[in-house]
């Protein structure tokens, strides 16, 4: 998720976003429903015993178009732009050692915008997991890194902001919604990145 998170942010995460779940169950009351563009806290499909955080970047029924690392909803023209150094500080972005060699864009297609990092050697062209029965079912790859999915009903598709180094619905499908645990909302601290503290996402 770098550039938005850092190794070694602690996160304030708001469980109640979406709804507070009964204890011992996986069963929320929900209050809200995840928008496109939260930076969601999750069950991992895969081992619910883990928690991955990612962006929202398709809703049900959304249809997301991926090409060059960058990602277009509903037919939207894709809407992304580089960052030089002096454009980062009123977003609330530095550049650090972990960076270097990569791209800084700014995408705002469909949602808030957003600060992603993509390798130009790359640019997104991380292959779509067609054996992923949903991903085949809803998906199409003329070729790897470019495709369209239509996400289907009850399920998000999620995506890191490291475009180019993220485990995210291009490798294990689609989300689904009883598995969205709360929205990160903040960086609390971070031990190495003082300055990162109460930074919002």
């Known amino acids: 998720m770098e550039p938005t998170l850092r190794v070694g942010d602690y996160l304030l995460i708001n469980h109640l976003a979406y709804g507070p779940r009964l204890p011992f169950t996986n069963t929320a009351i929900e209050f809200g429903q995840p928008q496109r563009g939260d930076v969601v806290v999750f069950r991992y499909p895969h081992d619910v015993s883990q928690f991955y955080v990612k962006r929202l970047v398709g809703m049900p029924g959304d249809v997301v178009v991926f090409a060059g690392g960058i990602a277009s909803i509903n037919g939207e023209a894709p809407r992304a732009e580089m960052l030089e150094d002096d454009e980062l500080a009123p977003l609330q972005v530095s550049r650090t050692d972990e960076d270097r060699g990569q791209w800084l864009v700014r995408e705002s297609a469909a949602a808030p915008p957003r600060v992603l990092k993509i390798n130009p050697f790359i640019l997104g062209r991380t292959p779509l997991n067609l054996d992923d029965a949903g991903l085949s079912a809803h998906c199409q790859s003329p070729r790897g890194g470019e495709w369209q999915c239509t996400v ?23 989300l689904p919604h009883e598995q969205v645990y709360g929205k990160a909302v903040r960086v609390l601290f971070n031990f190495r990145q003082a300055g990162r503290a109460w930074k919002p996402l």
């Open 152 to 174: 289907p009903a009850g399920q998000y598709l999620m995506l890191g902001d490291n475009r180019d180094a993220s485990g995210d619905s291009r490798e294990w499908g689609f």
